[in-house]
């Protein structure tokens, strides 16, 4: 009984990121929406710990299911799948607020960031769903790891600069910071795309019974 209680604690743990990461986006909505002298700190404030507590659920839910031993092919498919949604919450919610603010360079720049961020999580969707036709496991790639390890806390820092009502980050910071998240995203589509490139070349391999 001990074991099922840890695991539906780190199962918990892994799917409150989405509804967490809803609230974020329902709250900077409502704080962007309103004339800058209206705004209120403490709404800020709300809408900013819900969202690092969102991005912080994917470090402690595998730290839990490894200490706890708890491990599960649900919970490998499950974890990748917040993250999609995590990044469908925050990234067209930054283009939004970018615009907002007057920052049309950086609103284009931050559009094409959600294009391709939200374009390889289908494309490796795509491979894992080509490689499950061969037995290759779809468990996370390390890549894809260290791509949610930088571009969770990139995010995170992108609001606070375009909303944060003290401006003490230089917006060159995010803007590097965005280039760097930008090529690791590609990074992991490559290493995925080599990973998965054998069961591509045998799906693409005429059926010989015809």
Not at 4 to 16: H, S
Not at 56 to 61: A, H, V
Not at 146 to 152: G, S
Not at 194 to 209: F, G, I, Q, T, V
Request: hydrophobic share 50%; aromatic share 14%; with cysteine.
């Amino acid at each position: 009984m001990a074991r099922k209680i840890k695991l539906g604690f780190v199962t918990a743990l892994t799917v409150v990121r989405f509804p967490l990461v809803l609230a974020f986006f329902a709250g900077a909505v409502v704080y962007s929406m309103r004339p800058p002298e209206e705004r209120s700190i403490a709404l800020f404030l709300l809408t900013f710990v819900l969202l690092v507590t969102s991005a912080i659920t994917d470090l402690f839910d595998g730290y839990f299911a490894r200490k706890f031993s708890v491990q599960t092919a649900l919970g490998a498919h499950m974890d990748p799948l917040m993250d999609k949604f995590f990044y469908l919450s925050t990234l067209p919610l930054l283009v939004f607020v970018a615009l907002r603010n007057g920052h049309t360079n950086h609103s284009i720049f931050l559009l094409v960031m959600t294009i391709m961020f939200l374009s390889r999580d289908q494309w490796v969707t795509f491979l894992r769903s080509i490689g499950s036709m061969y037995d290759v496991s779809g468990s996370a790639h390390w890549s894809g790891k260290v791509r949610t390890a930088i571009n969770f806390p990139l995010i995170c820092l992108i609001y606070l600069v375009e909303e944060c009502p003290w401006q003490f980050i230089p917006p060159p910071v995010a803007y590097v910071s965005e280039v760097i998240g930008l090529a690791v995203n590609m990074l992991s589509a490559w290493i995925y795309t080599y990973r998965y490139w054998p069961s591509l070349k045998r799906a693409a391999e005429l059926d010989k019974h015809h």
